[in-house]
């Protein structure tokens, strides 16, 4: 493959899939700011047939930014703690199959995600994104204005299940809890590169509106995370080994469908922490 990008929209409301490229290659500066920019765009970018090394995968994820640090509960890779061992089948279920932001539970969630497929099973394992831009714009008037002037608290909501385990342990969850913590959020925050403001809630990790009564915070985000399931938001990806994907978690929400099972999946992430571009012009 060579390096001339072609950048091809799978809706015109989320996702492209960009062709003409090895990501395993040193890419030029020219290279990495057109795939930011497609990224800006579609906020989430799909390769097709990429061999990645571990290595390569977390040196083309780094082109980027400053990546997380080892992830508080999924295991890694031998020798590589920052890329995500994700490793599925009927004994060990995965726990993504719900709408999410990665890691909205902590106080500066990550820019983004790469995420390489490894072994993909034959038939279903497909991953949704949704564009929470789009989730705000359709909102009526009324509710953008409420949730712009919003706050809501985020923990690690089902990952709790994790530390109990079998053996319900309350003093290991109670040791996450105060370890991890929860962080508050805007509800509708602008985005540092484009300006533009989007819906930032999600089912896995959004607890409660802040400064209103339990039953109301209910009503607003069951609200909302309905509208987040409306299809025309959405973009829908069917996984072959060595597909790549890579998103904007600040923009975007993401739902890897769990309908393989017992079927066997393993993927790859690095996720980056800050967006080295952000205060560049573009």
């Keep these: 493959m060579g390096n001339t990008l072609k950048i091809n929209p799978i809706t015109t409301v989320i996702g492209a899939e960009i062709s003409g490229i090895d990501l395993s290659q040193t890419l030029d500066s020219e290279i990495q700011d057109q795939i930011y920019n497609a990224l800006m765009q579609h906020l989430v970018l799909f390769f097709r047939g990429q061999d990645l090394s571990p290595q390569a995968q977390f040196d083309f994820a780094t082109t980027f930014g400053t990546p997380v640090e080892p992830h508080p509960i999924y295991p890694h890779l031998p020798g590589y703690d920052r890329v995500v061992l994700l490793e599925n089948d009927g004994d060990r279920p995965p726990d993504t199959d719900d709408w999410h932001t990665d890691l909205t539970f902590q106080p500066q969630p990550p820019f983004l995600s790469v995420l390489h497929a490894i072994d993909v099973p034959e038939i279903g394992g497909d991953t949704l994104w949704a564009n929470m831009y789009a989730a705000y714009d359709s909102l009526p008037a009324d509710l953008q204005a409420l949730v712009t002037k919003s706050t809501a608290v985020h923990d690690m909501g089902a990952f709790r299940d994790n530390y109990l385990g079998d053996n319900a342990d309350v003093e290991a969850l ?81 739902f890897a469908v769990a309908d393989y099972l017992p079927a066997y999946r393993r993927m790859h992430r690095v996720i980056i922490q800050t967006d080295r571009r952000v205060g560049e012009k573009h």
Excluded at 204 to 233: A, M, N, W
Aim: charged letters at 15%.
């Design 174 to 254: 109670n040791a996450a809890m105060a370890s991890i913590g929860s962080a508050v959020h805007p509800m509708a925050p602008v985005h540092p590169v484009t300006g533009k403001r989007l819906l930032f809630v999600n089912r896995s990790f959004t607890q409660c509106v802040t400064g209103v009564l339990k039953v109301e915070s209910d009503r607003l985000l069951q609200y909302l995370f309905s509208h987040i399931d409306s299809p025309s938001l959405q973009v829908r990806f069917r996984w072959q080994k060595g597909s790549v994907a890579i998103w904007d978690n600040r923009t975007t929400q993401h």
